[in-house]
């Protein structure tokens, strides 16, 4: 995956030392007075990162009685996020590899709340979740406030459309599942008037062209050349391939896709030749990637360039860069970069409140002690974080509850383990990094693609362990030999 913020900032690494005890008098007192289990850890957010950290801490703090576990989350099923573009494109059914947090949680030590968080209220160590309204607008659930000893924040990330004049109007963005089923159903909407010799009922259909086919084409611009934006036009291009399996006249070349790159090449991070091998790879799918191509603006039927060229587009996607949820900026005193996430220090610990953490995209962390550099919002760096971040609490947890004094935190360095970028079923490529040198290696094809999968399998284990994640594999492989290859409703 790209580095999507890569602003240096200097992060005030105030040293952590056993002289400097993370504990505070508040949690020294409140274990005195309460029976153990009642030390309350609430994490708020249950993506990559936060649910991984859950689980641990479920299985090593909740089951043990030494500390309440709480999962916090805004919607009641958890979906790794580097699917979404095969939500989006329907080469994923969502509902077959999502995750129920309350089933999870009673199996794995934890609690669950569904609830979206709003506020903060440091004095009284309490986070405070938004009112929950029906279908129709009517409060059902009223403000809720909900206690902490200890607060971890694993909010995750939204796109960043940089102010861009039409872009939150009429783009489409991959912040969620939701979002990604929505993108799914407009696809589906503007394929459904092209299907069986539909044509628009007056005037000319102002974005198509004929495909090769005999049918409007639909011009889909992606803007963004990171790994999200290839990875959702190959899985577009896909999905249409296996449609025109059920849909004729439906082909792959029914959408036009244009990938959009404001930089002189996509794939910034990744090294040059394989960057270019990408591109190929999409020319050779009749995807159009047009580099130096800044966004100036969007309206419902195109995008506007900086140099004055018009894309005809009818299903635009942001994906150029994020930014964190505004909700988070400054909350109730805590520090943030410029992009809204908050500053930690390499313990994880915000920069003004030892008691709470925060991590994954929602976090601006020095890539090591006292790095100028963040490290870049991925699913490989709030997997490690939430390792380390285990590791620190249960230490921590396990010394209070020994009236000792609990250890310095351990200090998070990011370790880049490569990127890979899947281009749907067709290839993948990207970088490995190891041996002892940490040397780069380049794979291409079948072997980079599954690298790619194996990362997918990798978070299933954190949360399942090897063997249900095997029987999940297995349920997957029968599933797909008796239901089409693509959703498509
Ligand atoms: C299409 C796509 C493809 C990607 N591919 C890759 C890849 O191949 N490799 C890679 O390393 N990275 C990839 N990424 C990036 C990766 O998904 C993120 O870096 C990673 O998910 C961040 O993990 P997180 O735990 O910080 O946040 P998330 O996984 O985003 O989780 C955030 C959680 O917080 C919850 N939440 C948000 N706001 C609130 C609130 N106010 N109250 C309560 N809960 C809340 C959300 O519901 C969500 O469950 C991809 C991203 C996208 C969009």
């Known amino acids: 995956m790209q580095q999507r913020n890569a602003q240096p900032t200097k992060v005030n690494e105030a040293p952590v030392t056993a002289e400097e005890p993370v504990v505070s008098t508040?949690?020294?007192a409140r274990l005195?007075?309460?029976?153990?289990?009642?030390?309350?850890?609430?994490?708020?957010?249950?993506?990559?990162?936060?649910?991984?950290?859950?689980?641990k801490l479920g299985e090593r703090l909740g089951r043990r009685g030494l500390a309440r576990i709480i999962l916090v989350d805004a919607n009641p099923t958890h979906l790794w996020k580097p699917l979404l573009h095969e939500v989006a494109a329907?080469?994923?059914?969502s509902y077959q590899d999502e995750l129920g947090y309350l089933g999870h949680a009673k199996h794995h030590g934890y609690r669950f709340q569904f609830g979206r968080m709003e506020g903060l209220d440091r004095a009284r160590r309490q986070i405070i979740l938004a009112a929950m309204t029906d279908d129709k607008g009517e409060e059902v659930v009223g403000r809720r406030r909900l206690d902490y000893d200890l607060l971890v924040l694993a909010v995750g990330s939204i796109s960043n459309d940089f102010g861009t004049p039409g872009v939150r109007e009429h783009a489409r963005f991959l912040d969620s599942r939701l979002e990604a089923e929505i993108l799914h159903r407009d696809l589906l909407i503007l394929l459904a008037g092209r299907v069986d010799g539909a044509t628009p009922d007056a005037g000319p259909d102002q974005d198509s062209q004929t495909a090769p086919g005999g049918i409007p084409s639909i011009g889909v611009?992606?803007?963004?050349?990171?790994?999200?934006g290839v990875e959702l036009a190959a899985e577009l291009h896909q999905a249409m391939e296996d449609l025109s399996r059920y849909a004729a006249p439906v082909k792959a070349g029914t959408?036009?896709?244009?990938?959009?790159e404001a930089a002189d090449r996509i794939l910034s991070p990744l090294p040059e030749r394989l960057a270019f091998n990408v591109s190929e790879a999409l020319r050779h799918l009749n995807i159009a990637v047009l580099t130096k191509a800044k966004v100036a603006s969007m309206d419902a039927e195109s995008v506007h360039l900086a140099d004055g060229r018009t894309i005809p587009a009818k299903i635009k996607v942001w994906a150029a860069g994020i930014k964190a949820p505004a909700f988070l900026r400054e909350i109730d005193g805590l520090?943030?970069?410029?992009?809204?996430?908050?500053?930690?220090?390499?313990?994880?610990q915000t920069t003004r409140d030892d008691a709470i953490f925060a991590f994954g995209d929602c976090a601006w962390c020095p890539q090591s002690p006292g790095s100028d550099l963040p490290v870049p919002a991925r699913a490989q760096a709030a997997h490690q974080e939430a390792e380390l971040l285990a590791k620190s609490l249960v230490r921590h947890?396990?010394?209070?509850?020994?009236?000792?004094?609990p250890p310095p935190l351990p200090t998070y360095s990011y370790s880049d383990?490569?990127?890979?970028?899947?281009?749907?079923?067709?290839t993948a490529a990207g970088t490995l990094m190891g041996g002892v040198f940490r040397k780069s290696y380049l794979i291409e094809g079948w072997f980079a693609r599954l690298a790619y999968i194996s990362l997918y399998r990798m978070h299933q284990m954190a949360l399942h362990g090897i063997w249900r994640t095997l029987i999940l594999i297995l349920t997957n492989r029968l599933q797909r030999m008796t239901q089409p290859s693509l959703k498509m409703h």
């Open 26 to 28: 508040h949690q020294t």
């Open 32 to 55: 005195a007075q309460e029976p153990a289990g009642d030390f309350r850890i609430v994490i708020v957010g249950g993506g990559a990162g936060g649910l991984e950290l859950a689980t």
């Open 90 to 93: 329907g080469t994923l059914n």
């Open 221 to 228: 611009a992606i803007v963004g050349g990171g790994a999200t």
């Open 255 to 260: 959408l036009q896709i244009t990938v959009l």
């Open 335 to 348: 520090e943030s970069h410029r992009n809204g996430q908050l500053l930690v220090r390499s313990t994880l």
């Open 397 to 405: 947890v396990e010394a209070l509850h020994a009236c000792r004094q």
């Open 417 to 426: 383990f490569g990127s890979l970028i899947s281009l749907s079923r067709y």
